[in-house]
Each structure stands twice: as structure tokens, then as C-alpha cells.
């Protein structure tokens, strides 16, 4: 099996197990908000994140061969000016490759959506479960209102952080 059918499998169960645990939460309006805001920014960032992944692999190995085919053709260059022509348009190309890749982030986009992403399941599983800072209330209450607000948080924090980028 490959890896990407292994990750198919991983978030439908991950999935399985999110939407049992959202039925067990009693109070209606953080049902609601767990499927009408978490989910729905889970998913986004989730897909987002692998998203740019994906380009940013591509733009790489596009980057990657197109240095490594000026290299090979300047060790056979025997002057003409077809040759030069060549080695010139792909290192443009290269340069313009490397370019593209810095001015959509790519990577960085992918690891700020994945950290994201990590962060609101990993809130998730420890409201579910009672576990981490949810351990130290009393009442479901008290609980809702810090899922609300360590999620919120996160997604403003994650917002902010590209709007500050901007405007640079």
C-alpha cells in the first residue's frame, strides 16, 4: 500500500473517531461549534498543509533538475552559441523557479497549516478525553468556554502571524 493510501486510511479513522466523540458532547451550541467551526478549519488547514506541500516537492525537483541539466550541459558546452543559449534560459529558469517558490511560501505555509492543524485535533482529543488543562475543571461548562477559547486562539494566532508577514 502506498503512503498516501495509508494516509487516506489514517484520517478516516481519525475522522471515525472525532465524529463519536462529537456525539457524546452533551451541551448543543459546542456540538455546533466543534462541527461548525473546528471541523471545517481542521479540514481546511489539513488540506491546505498538504497542498503546499505537494507544490512546494514539485517546484523543489522542478528547481533540482533544471541545476542539475546546467551543470551536465556546460560540462559538454563546446563553445557554440546554441550551448550558451541553453545553459542561459535554464539558469534563468532556475532562478525564476527559486523565485516563484520564495514568493508563494510554500513551505512555510505548509508547516504553519500542519502546526495548526495539530494544534486544534490535539485540542480536540484532550477535551474528549478529559486530559491536559481540561483535566483541572470541575464543570463542562468551565470546559466549553476554554475549548472556545484555546481555539480561537490558535486560529487567530495563525492568521495574525501571515498578516504581520504581509506587511513587511
Given at each position: 500500500?502506498?503512503?498516501?493510501?495509508?494516509?487516506?486510511?489514517?484520517?478516516?479513522?481519525?475522522?471515525?473517531?472525532?465524529?463519536?466523540?462529537?456525539?457524546?458532547v452533551e451541551n448543543e451550541n459546542t456540538k455546533k461549534y466543534i462541527n461548525n467551526r473546528i471541523m471545517p478549519q481542521v479540514k481546511w488547514y489539513s488540506s491546505k498543509s498538504t497542498q503546499n506541500k505537494h507544490r512546494y516537492y514539485f517546484w523543489m525537483t522542478i528547481s533540482l533538475i533544471l541545476g542539475i541539466m546546467v551543470?551536465?550541459?556546460?560540462?559538454?558546452?563546446?563553445?557554440?552559441?546554441?550551448?550558451?543559449?541553453?545553459?542561459?534560459?535554464?539558469?534563468?529558469a532556475v532562478t525564476a523557479t527559486n523565485a516563484y517558490i520564495s514568493l508563494h511560501n510554500f513551505k512555510d505555509l505548509w508547516i504553519v497549516y500542519r502546526k495548526t492543524h495539530g494544534v486544534l485535533t490535539r485540542t480536540l482529543y484532550h477535551y474528549f478525553n478529559n486530559a491536559g488543562i481540561y483535566s483541572q475543571y470541575s464543570t463542562q461548562n468551565q470546559k466549553d468556554v476554554l475549548l472556545v477559547n484555546i481555539c480561537e486562539e490558535e486560529i487567530s494566532k495563525e492568521s495574525d502571524g501571515w498578516y504581520t508577514i504581509l506587511q513587511k
Open positions: 500500500m502506498n503512503h498516501l493510501g495509508n494516509e487516506n486510511s489514517n484520517n478516516s479513522i481519525i475522522d471515525i473517531y472525532i465524529s463519536e466523540m462529537i456525539s457524546q551543470s551536465v550541459i556546460s560540462v559538454f558546452a563546446n563553445g557554440s552559441i546554441w550551448t550558451k543559449m541553453i545553459i542561459a534560459i535554464l539558469g534563468a
